[in-house]
């Protein structure tokens, strides 16, 4: 499976532009610039994130996402979301939109407490899925996920790993089904903004947002340690979420829930072999 080629990677200056553009008049002069999976991202402390398409997909979706922005910053989470400043805007084969600055930190791995994670998982799963922002999470694949892991990725596995990876995949496709709920996806490292004494101050990077079992977002905040995670939430939620880690790494598994269609499956593999290994 491929997908349409990548553009030619952007240099800071390039990237500075497109900020200084979108936000004319802003001082550029604190400006930090990084990456993630989807997008760069020119950082101006305590105004704005500038958000920079890396691939095609990601220019698609663009606007679609800053939707997303707007409707889950009005359901009155008690932690700050950003939110679209300005139109997303093309510029020659990438999209670029600013959104708001969230001050705080990402927590040192491993440091989370129980009870502020348990709050901020619960308060994540409770927000009322409206019909508008359920239109705008990305609509369910045709085949179940794990029916499209079982055929284009468990093949691509070592032999040695193939059969246990298929019935750990088989166990969590049997888990019984609870109500769907808002996933937000990625919910680990410097998406979460804390303060200095510990308050949830904000939630970046919505882009993997769908609607499924609040475990798999218990899962991902397992990088504090299995037993944060037992302590924060109930034991039906603890359990799904080690069944849903289980076959190769829950962030492996958002990949597909997400609706996104997968591209590179020889990457996505390489990098499943690269968890299990770790993990074994």
């Not at 932690?79 to 990438?94: I, N, Q, S």
């Not at 359920?134 to 609509?139: C, D, G």
């Not at 397992?222 to 037992?230: E, K, L, N, Y």
Request: charged share 25%; with cysteine.
């Amino acid at each position: 499976m491929t997908g349409s080629p990548t553009p030619a990677a952007p240099t800071a200056d390039e990237l500075l532009e497109i900020a200084d553009a979108l936000l004319p008049g802003h001082s550029l002069d604190e400006a930090r610039v990084t990456e993630g999976n989807l997008h760069h991202v020119v950082l101006l402390p305590g105004t704005a994130a500038v958000r920079v398409s890396k691939r095609p997909s990601s220019a698609r979706e663009m606007p679609r996402r800053m939707e997303v922005l707007r409707e889950v910053s009005q359901a009155g989470l008690p932690f700050a979301v950003p939110e679209p400043l300005t139109p997303v805007t093309r510029f020659g084969e990438r999209t670029a939109v600013a959104v708001s600055w969230v001050d705080g930190e990402a927590q040192p791995e491993g440091q989370g407490d129980p009870g502020r994670i348990g709050e901020l998982l619960r308060a994540v799963r409770e927000v009322t899925v409206t019909a508008r922002l359920r239109r705008l999470l990305n609509a369910p694949r045709e085949k179940g996920w794990a029916e499209v892991l079982a055929e284009e990725v468990v093949p691509r596995l070592p032999d040695r790993w193939r059969d246990e990876c298929r019935t750990r995949l088989e166990a969590a496709r049997d888990l019984e089904a609870v109500p769907d709920a808002l996933v937000h996806g990625d919910l680990c490292g410097a998406n979460v903004h804390w303060s200095r004494d510990g308050r949830l101050i904000g939630v970046l990077d919505w882009d993997q947002a769908h609607l499924f079992d609040p475990a798999i977002d218990a899962a991902l905040m397992a990088w504090h340690g299995w037993d944060t995670v037992r302590k924060a939430v109930d034991p039906g939620i603890y359990r799904r979420a080690r069944v849903y880690d289980a076959p190769f790494g829950v962030g492996h598994l958002v990949g597909v829930l997400d609706g996104r269609p997968l591209v590179n499956v020889e990457g996505y593999a390489r990098s499943i072999v690269a968890w299990l290994e770790r993990n074994d």
